[in-house]
């Protein structure tokens, strides 16, 4: 008894709503004949109002497509206004005219009220139609620059796109729903718990996936830059999305996580701007003082001859066997084998005006002494004794 008079409710609800959806319809049918009959000449130039303005936006987008066809090499900002123009939609278009003539030609309520929520729709998806091809076309310009070219935009793009055409679109249903008078916070609740989840379940790889997009963005080394990290030295080979390869000098290729090899310093030996060399130089004691005051000059005379600039020569300390100086000097540039090559010419030049200056670099020397348990030295020679002169003299003849 209980399942039938359901059943008749169910059914009896189900009439009620098609006849009610039958009555809205029929209504819509005669007011818009109504309105036709009445409205017709300001619809007549609605309507040509209407085409003028989807043919002018027709042209827009046509411009954009060739725009984007007689476009060579990176992408530019006009490039990237041109793919986003592109995307216009016809449907977008068409609510354009309708929404923008609408008021001129005073629709029935009903008529205008559609209008109202196909221009919502319409416009909600479009605008984030064009975001994405804004946002995916930054990020590609920013990747082709500086000798990227575009590796790991290459690697990353598909599952960016992914990214942000889902949230875009996440952002535009919420948009559309409220604009239905539907309540949202649930679902925008919703929405926050997933990503919670998800974010906790693949917390790991995300947080490769995030490091690389900062590589991309930041740019703290690119394909081909010579880096040293922790005790890893080599050149970079490729950056993915989850780690990077570096081709070590030994020759080796380690494979490092993007997340891990942001989280310690990084030396780019490519992005050096010169390169100092050290050279620390030891003096004897013996040497004169005033010709210990002429050797800083001597550096200098002989750095500045071979091509570099002077930082430091002077002395530094006084050490075990010899006086002791530092000379560091600059070579512009990253060439290694200039700087080798100069550091050879400073290092001979320095030994050859040593040797024309009779001054010595000492060998490192130690002198040990042995003593008897009563402290009195020992030699390891035996003690000469002492030689007494006898005058002939005093001798008595």
């Avoid at 007011?31 to 017709?40: P, R, Y």
């Avoid at 411009?63 to 592109?86: D, F, N, Q, Y």
């Avoid at 690119?222 to 880096?227: T, V």
């Avoid at 004169?288 to 071979?306: K, S």
Wanted: charged share 20%.
């Amino acid at each position: 008894m209980t399942v039938t008079n359901t059943a008749a409710a169910a059914e009896k609800t189900a009439n009620v709503t098609s006849e009610s959806i039958e009555l809205q319809a029929r209504t819509l049918w005669n007011d818009s004949i109504a309105w036709l009959g009445s409205h017709w000449l300001q619809i007549l130039i609605a309507v040509g109002v209407a085409t003028a303005i989807v043919l002018i936006l027709h042209f827009l987008r046509r411009w954009g497509m060739k725009l984007c066809e007689h476009s060579t090499g990176p992408a530019g900002w006009g490039t990237i206004l041109g793919r986003a123009v592109a995307k216009t939609g016809n449907f977008f278009m068409i609510m354009v005219a309708a929404k923008l003539v609408s008021g001129y030609a005073n629709p029935p309520a009903v008529l205008g009220k559609t209008i109202d929520f196909l221009f919502t729709l319409a416009a909600v998806f479009q605008a984030a139609l064009w975001a994405r091809e804004l946002i995916l076309g930054a990020i590609e310009k920013r990747t082709e620059s500086e000798s990227y070219h575009g590796e790991a935009l290459l690697s990353a793009l598909g599952l960016i796109r992914l990214l942000v055409t889902f949230a875009l679109f996440a952002i535009a249903l919420v948009v559309v729903l409220d604009n239905l008078g539907v309540n949202v916070t649930g679902l925008v609740a919703g929405l926050g718990v997933g990503g919670i989840a998800i974010g906790l379940a693949a917390q790991g790889i995300f947080a490769d996936l995030f490091a690389a997009l900062a590589i991309i963005f930041d740019r703290p080394f690119r394909r081909g830059d010579s880096i040293a990290y922790d005790q890893t030295k080599g050149t970079i080979e490729a950056i993915g999305l989850k780690s990077t390869r570096i081709r070590a000098f030994t020759g080796e290729e380690r494979i490092i996580a993007n997340k891990q090899l942001l989280d310690k310093e990084i030396q780019n030996a490519t992005m050096r701007d010169h390169i100092r060399i050290a050279l620390p130089i030891g003096v004897a004691y013996e040497t004169p003082p005033e010709t210990l005051e002429r050797i800083p000059a001597m550096l200098r005379e002989i750095v500045e001859a071979a091509g570099a600039t002077v930082a430091r020569a002077s002395y530094n300390a006084f050490g075990p066997s010899s006086v002791d100086l530092v000379l560091e000097f600059d070579l512009s540039g990253n060439d290694w084998d200039l700087a080798h090559a100069t550091r050879d010419r400073v290092m001979i030049e320095i030994l050859r005006k040593f040797a024309a200056e009779k001054i010595t670099i000492p060998y490192p020397t130690q002198t040990a002494y042995t003593a008897s348990p009563d402290g009195t030295l020992i030699y390891p020679y035996p003690e000469v004794q002492p030689v007494v002169r006898v005058d002939k003299a005093d001798d008595g003849r």
